[in-house]
């Protein structure tokens, strides 16, 4: 691991996962955290025909909404443990359709910095054991410190 | 309305709303559409806890999400009856924590194409009355054509 | 003008201009800065044979250097006088080929912020007194405070 | 190789090199083509000190004109002989100041298609045989066929 994905608090996983877990519409619409590493965090979302847009694939707004979640938690898990993050913009490209039996996004942080992480993620659909990737992001996360009524699920 | 503006089939509105009526996205967040004119379209969604992140602001995927149905149906309207659209790419600004009593995203063309078409849409936060910025999308939308096959829903 | 793009500096204006003429790119692409007020300015590129891409339009990324100084000294308008600015990201899209006599970048600031500031520029092409819209872009630029060295220039 | 990275037309490497020779911005900025291979392609930029913003660093413009490229020519290199290349957008992340000896960006196809490609780029700052990442670029390009009117340096 370069020296910069040194996570700053040991507890980073914790925090993660309790961050995660007060994240209300990630239950609204089935995602699970998977793996938390420093500056990598992995999130899957089972296919369910209430998330999808006009032509029964996934939204895109939803596939973007794991991988913005991705990246935040990517950044997070490097920042210390009094800081909180929030998204400042990202893209998105679309690949392909999102069709499958589940999908997963695989956040990781590309350019660690005091106030600014860059984030990049790929979100794929996986069916029959199979990959396909569906999009790509690429985020920039702030920190924002001391402030902490910002963040009543932390 | 420039002429480019002038969409291509006079019964663009019925088909923008019954493409919407296909999303089962926006159902499952309480999403609803509100005005449809040529190249131009707005979509409002009421808070909800359950839609939102740590700290409890909307999250900016589910923002995204009424943002890119806003650009899409915009981009739409504007087609042939025979289209489908499909989102190629989008970058979103996040300007202020989505917080609000509604959240309403209102689409437009910027650049109509044969092929690509070019929207914009803002995303703002009414409260009281009063509204506030809360993101900006730029986005690219792709019209396929002859591919019936594509749109269950349409 | 609202209360939020009211400049810091009162001589904001001298600031942009001296900064802009340390661009030596600008002078090397032949670039000439127009309008200067409050959160908005303007920058000017006549048509070169040596911009060009392969069809012999002005290549994207000249179009791009116009619109992120645009943007950047739209940013850098509102700042205090002791501040530096620096582009964190953009996004452009690019409308119709770069071809026409001259081109204008038109940034504006549309989120004011301490750290961060969200800017939006359009370019367009000028041929006999029409305009065209060339290409759209969407920035974050970053103020760094009390770091005078970073700033050669100003 | 992927299977899907084949390229279409087995001369693509002189096509892209004499595509690259008609770009007039790449001998006006000193930029020279490197490594061409199947969806892959790089460009150096020596430092110039004509080429800066306000600090002395390469202008943001140049390093995304050199990243639009590389990514531009990764994309055509797969393309068939007859088709020309335009960019559609593209969203670039600034890591870190552009200062150095030379920088080299490196492009690549991340999704091939018959109309679209997403291709993404790296560009990095070159000084004592040390590389520093400064910018990220995601790009949309799109194949334009059977114009060839559109390409006079083609």
Redesign the interface.
């Known amino acids: 691991m370069p020296a910069a994905l040194v996570p700053r608090d040991p507890d980073y996983e914790a925090r993660v996962r309790a961050?995660?877990a007060?994240?209300?519409?990630m239950?609204?619409?089935g995602a699970r955290l998977l793996r938390v590493s420093p500056g990598a965090v992995e999130i899957e979302l089972p296919f369910r025909?209430?998330?999808?847009?006009?032509?029964?694939f996934v939204?895109?707004?939803?596939v973007?909404?794991?991988?913005?979640?991705a990246c935040g938690y990517s950044a997070f898990s490097l920042m210390p443990a009094s800081a909180?993050v929030?998204?400042?913009?990202?893209?998105?490209?679309?690949?392909?359709?999102a069709r499958g039996e589940r999908f997963v996004a695989r956040g990781r942080v590309?350019?660690p910095g005091r106030?600014?992480t860059?984030c990049?993620a790929d979100v794929v659909a996986i069916s029959g054991g199979a990959e396909k990737?569906v999009a790509?992001m690429?985020a920039?996360l702030?920190a924002i410190h001391d402030r902490p009524g910002?963040?009543?699920?932390?």
């Open positions: 961050s995660f007060c994240q209300g519409i239950a609204t619409i025909g209430d998330l999808t847009q006009q032509h029964g939204h895109a707004g939803i973007t909404t794991i991988a913005d979640s909180s929030l998204t400042v913009e990202y893209k998105v490209n679309l690949l392909a359709p590309t350019k106030t600014l860059v990049a990737a790509m690429l920039t702030m910002l963040a009543p699920g932390l």
